[in-house]
């Protein structure tokens, strides 16, 4: 059988839904659709050589295979053609699957049924636990188009290197202020958020020390100057995202006397100087554990290891205003 006369059988198959609509009244579950969508398909296949399963994989995708032909089967109550569909990873796709359809069940507004192909179908990416991609009967957004790769083509990359145009994506819609808070560059990812939200002043002291390191070092625009209004908010958005954890007073994790003074408690001088002097181990030790990913993402380039102090301080530099960050940190 072509593409073609499978696409026949489904425009035929369409027909067949919507005439079932127009008698019966509309689905009202997922389950029974994808259901009578598997019937009809059966009795349009009849002496094709072709059969449909009626006990599939509940994860397979797609959801209806009929190798090499796979129909991925979407149904909503609501008056639209758009819907949150597969995993990006497709990690259960059905390995003898080559042409994928989209077949769609509207149950709001005016009820209908439409069937699309899949790569011109997909438009969007959206993250839950893992991103997924969303789906539009008629639209003319194709998201491989904007990633500049074909749907057959994207299908065939290792996890990782789909990762890295998904998050290519993903950066270039980012609204100023904005961060990406999935950085895993795979399903199973090493990194998870936890599931209960934490008040930094509940932290322990060591555990405040680690997340101060880690948010300067990443943030090297704190060292700017106290009038700017933006320069906190990577903190906070990488310590809510990256960790969970909410701090209120987040100017107050470097320039409160309770910081700068630690270590010693004349007063005087820049605190956000002294407040860093007391954690530069701390950010040594993060600039080595902490993922590449999350300097690339903080950062914007992909710096080696051991250069990466070199480069926070020359960064740094360029923020301070009266003092000089590289003339009087990590000096020994």
């Not at 059966?42 to 509940?58: D, W």
């Not at 769609?104 to 209908?112: D, S, T």
């Not at 408690?265 to 002097?277: D, M, N, V």
Request: hydrophobic content about 40%; some cysteine.
């Amino acid at each position: 059988m072509t593409p073609e006369d499978f696409e026949f059988i489904l425009g035929k198959l369409c027909d067949c839904l919507s005439e079932a609509i127009a008698s019966q009244g509309i689905f009202t579950s997922s389950p029974d659709f994808e259901q009578q969508a598997r019937e009809h398909l059966e009795a349009l296949l009849r002496n094709s050589g072709f059969s449909v399963n009626f006990s599939p994989h509940p994860h397979v995708f797609p959801d209806i295979v009929l190798p090499p032909f796979g129909i991925e089967v979407k149904f909503t109550l609501n008056d639209s053609w758009r819907s949150v569909a597969n995993s990006v990873f497709e990690s259960t796709r059905a390995a003898d699957v080559s042409h994928v359809y989209l077949l769609f069940g509207k149950m709001g507004g005016e009820p209908g049924v439409r069937w699309g192909h899949y790569e011109e179908c997909v438009v969007h990416v959206r993250t839950s636990h893992v991103p997924r991609f969303e789906v539009e009967i008629g639209s003319d957004r194709s998201l491989f188009k904007k990633l500049g790769i074909t749907y057959p083509d994207f299908a065939q990359l290792p996890e990782d290197e789909k990762m890295q145009h998904i998050r290519g994506y993903a950066r270039s819609r980012l609204k100023r202020g904005e961060r990406l808070w999935w950085l895993e560059d795979k399903e199973e990812a090493d990194h998870t958020l936890p599931i209960q939200a934490r008040l930094y002043t509940s932290l322990s002291s060591d555990e405040k020390r680690a997340l101060r390191a880690e948010a300067a070092l990443l943030c090297p625009q704190i060292v700017g100057s106290s009038r700017s209004k933006r320069k906190y908010d990577d903190v906070s958005l990488y310590l809510l995202t990256y960790h969970g954890v909410l701090a209120p007073q987040v100017r107050d994790l470097f320039s409160a006397g309770s910081v700068a003074l630690r270590a010693d408690s004349t007063r005087g001088g820049t605190y956000i100087q002294r407040s860093l002097l007391d954690i530069q181990s701390e950010m040594r030790n993060a600039s080595v554990y902490l993922p590449d990913v999350l300097f690339y993402e903080y950062w914007g380039e992909t710096v080696p290891l051991s250069q990466r102090i070199v480069w926070w301080l020359a960064e740094a530099d360029k923020y301070a205003v009266d003092w000089c960050p590289s003339e009087s940190l990590f000096l020994a």
